[in-house]
């Protein structure tokens, strides 16, 4: 498809400032706004999507269900809405197609580049990806841990009772009750214990840090290769390459320097 976008030399004369209301924003100025509120990692890290993407072909079919899937998403049902929202993000039509292809494209780069690592990459670190409920009474007085786990396991009052009025971190608007979480997620002391735990199992009060805590095992739920779990690991994948990508490709920011369209890996 040719083309209709200025030349490099016609676009530096075209796209000379922006009107927001009535203060007109020259290139330079958008880009130091960009860089006040952080936002140029952001494009850089989009830039390299696009860059990686762009040799991604869908089919008509693939582009008609990627479209009505976005619009239906994002309310763009009528011609009234569309055309609110070109102006609203100063897009042309052709950008938002892009933009409603884009995810079902970063979903295809995953698959082709990460998806036959998978089953390997879950079976090597599924001790890893395993979760686990537990709840947990934390306080930094030793004495009141071990007056309450007496309470606890002698059947006067319930572990969920104790954590709501005298656990001393947010899991008391819990009840003491965590999870589900990855079990590499709590402190290491604390999934050790729980590693060996059988459900419901007590453990006497033990130091954490600055905390005194008491846990128990509630449930621990094996990690299982389902749709949810391929995606999970597929988004890890990419975030990973992302940020490598990220690193390769430092941020410099040049005075009077010549504008150029290409991305540079």
């Not at 899937?69 to 039509?93: C, D, R, V, W």
């Not at 947010?170 to 999870?179: C, H, K, R």
């Amino acid at each position: 498809m040719q083309s209709h976008l200025p030349k490099l030399d016609e676009a530096c004369f075209l796209v000379t400032y922006i009107q927001f209301g009535d203060h007109p924003i020259s290139a330079a100025e958008a880009l130091t706004l960009l860089a006040s509120y952080q936002m140029l990692p952001q494009l850089c890290r989009w830039l390299i999507v696009e860059h990686e993407i762009a040799s991604i072909i869908l089919s008509a079919e693939e582009k008609a269900t990627a479209w009505q899937q976005f619009s239906q998403k994002n309310q763009l049902t009528t011609s009234e809405q569309i055309a609110s929202t070109l102006k609203y993000y100063g897009m042309s039509e052709a950008q938002l197609e892009e933009l409603a292809t884009r995810e079902l494209k970063i979903e295809k780069l995953k698959i082709a580049k990460w998806g036959a690592k998978i089953e390997s990459y879950f079976l090597q670190h599924k001790s890893q990806l395993d979760k686990v409920i537990y709840s947990l009474i934390r306080t930094a007085d030793p004495e009141v841990a071990q007056e309450l786990y007496f309470r606890i396991k002698a059947c006067e009052q319930t572990f969920a009772e104790c954590a709501k009025q005298y656990s001393q971190g947010q899991e008391a608007q819990t009840s003491g009750l965590i999870g589900p979480v990855p079990i590499t997620q709590p402190h290491k002391e604390i999934v050790q214990k729980l590693l060996i735990s059988q459900p419901g199992q007590l453990w006497p009060p033990m130091r954490v840090d600055n905390w005194v805590v008491i846990v128990k095992l509630e449930k621990m739920i094996p990690a299982q290769l389902d749709d949810a779990m391929r995606a999970a690991l597929l988004n890890h994948f990419f975030e990973t390459w992302l940020n490598e990508q990220m690193e390769k490709t430092p941020l410099k920011i040049y005075e009077d320097a010549p504008i150029s369209s290409t991305v540079t890996k």
